[in-house]
């Protein structure tokens, strides 16, 4: 489990911040591998009863993008992994809009501290 939430959000980060900020990852490894550890820090940080939900709802993006594209999450192109985080981002479930915000918060904030 641990895993497919890891590279979850490592695909998540990816993806935000080449839509969010315009970055393409070639070139840059070294600063979005550091964006997305600390991605996983401030999840890490949570109490237990928050940052267990927060895994939870994360796997149910991941797997849930099985059903409409047929591969997980981590597994999809840019394309489809935007249309996937879209989708989340106008949901009219409050906790998917939640989710994919503190993505893109945490994502763009880690981004930004640690560009050289």
């Not at 600390?38 to 267990?52: E, I, K, T």
């Amino acid at each position: 489990m641990k895993p497919l939430f890891e590279s979850t959000v490592s695909a998540l980060a990816y993806s935000i911040i080449r839509e969010e900020c315009g970055v393409y990852p070639h070139g840059q490894e070294a600063e979005l591998n550091q964006t997305v550890q600390f991605v996983l820090a401030q999840r890490a940080r949570m109490p237990d009863f928050l940052g267990v939900a927060m895994m939870i709802l994360t796997l149910v993006f991941a797997v849930q993008s099985l059903f409409f594209y047929g591969a997980l999450f981590n597994r999809l192109s840019h394309e489809h992994r935007w249309k996937h985080v879209l989708a989340w981002r106008h949901s009219r479930i409050s906790p998917r809009r939640d989710l994919i915000r503190f993505y893109e918060s945490i994502a763009v904030l880690g981004w930004y501290s640690f560009r050289n």
